[in-house]
C-alpha cells in the first residue's frame, strides 16, 4: 500500500490557527475526518499521523489515538502494528457486501421514513436534492460527493434512531471509499433525479415504489463502478517450489 501523507483541510474546512486556545472534541474530530473521507479530500491508503492530527486539532494524541481507533473499529481506517493508522481501501468483496447491506437497510429506513414523514421533512429533502443539482451546476465534486451521501443520513436522522443513523454513516463514508476507489473521475456515481424520484415515492407515501426506488438507487451506484477485478488466482505453493 502506497503511504501518504495527511493533507491538511481546505479553506472550506478552517481550523483554527496554530496559536489558538481552541481545543477540539473527539466526536468533532471524528466528524471532520469523516467529512474529509466523504468529500474525497483523504483517499483510500493515507496515512493519518498522530502527531499531525493533535497538532491540526489541539488535542492530545492520547485523543487522537480514541478517534482512530472508533474509525477502525467502523472499518474506515486499517491500523498497521508499527506503522501506524491508514484509510481504508476497502476490496472489491468488501464493496459488495457493503452495498449488499445498504440494499438490505434503506428499505426498512424508507418504510420507518414514511411512517412518520411531515411537509417539513419533505420540504428539507427537496432543499437538499436542491443544493446537489447546484453543486452538479458548478461542477463541484466534491460538494456532490458529500451531499449524495447526506441525502441517505439525513433520512436517517428523520426517522429519529441514533443507532441507524450511527450505521448508515458507516455504511455511507465506506461507500464513499469505494466510489474513490472504483468510480470513473468524471462520473459521480449519485444522480440526483433519482432523489427526487424516492422522495415523490415518500410523499406519495407509496412503500412498495419507495423501497424499489432506494434499492434500484443503491443498484445503480453499484453497477456504475467497477467492481469486476477479483483477488487472483489461487497461489499453488506446491507447484511453485517442487
Known sequence: MTEKTLVRPTRRSPLPAPDSDVTASADTVYERIV????EHRLPPGTKLVEEKLASVFHITRTRVREVLLRMAHEGLVN??????????SPSVEEARQIFDARRILEPALVRSLIARVGAED????????????????EDDRRAII???????LLMAEMVGNPQLTKVLRELASLTCLIILLYDSPNMPACPNHEHSELIDAIEARDEARATRAVVEHLQHIQDTLDLSADDGPDIDLEDIFA
Open 146 to 152: 458529500r451531499l449524495s451521501g447526506e441525502f441517505h
Open 35 to 38: 467529512q474529509a473521507i466523504m
Open 122 to 137: 419533505i420540504r428539507r429533502l427537496r432543499d437538499h436534492v436542491a443544493l446537489e443539482r447546484a453543486a452538479r451546476a
Open 79 to 88: 491500523a498497521i502494528p508499527n506503522r501506524g493508522s491508514f484509510i481504508a
